[in-house]
């Protein structure tokens, strides 16, 4: 296990999007939790995922025309292709002011 100072250390280094964007690749996500020692961006995502998956159902359930419903389900996965990434940065940066805070 990764001792928690390192952890908050390596939080304070990562500022770009390289691990944001990689959030979409499965597993790593899994990897960033471990070695960062934080599900914040995890969990950001899956939430906001989750929303974007209720929220076309819902649309689905009650429009239902037939044309739709193909058009639907690519425009949900172009979303969540596009908002995982987005809601994975907000999470490290919410992880890293915390790490910060831990540091001083």
Do not use: C
Request: proline share 6%.
């Amino acid at each position: 296990m990764i001792p928690k100072q390192d952890a908050f250390k390596k939080r304070q280094k990562d500022t770009g999007w390289g691990y944001a964007v990689a959030h979409i690749i499965p597993f790593v996500f899994i990897y960033y939790s471990i070695t960062r020692r934080t599900i914040t961006p995890l969990m950001y995502a899956i939430i906001g995922n989750l929303l974007i998956g209720f929220s076309f159902g819902y649309i689905y359930k009650t429009l239902n025309p037939d044309y739709l419903e193909p058009r639907l389900k690519d425009y949900a996965r172009t979303l969540g292709y596009v908002i995982t990434p987005i809601l994975a940065k907000k999470g490290i940066e919410k992880a890293r002011i915390y790490g910060k805070s831990k540091l001083s």
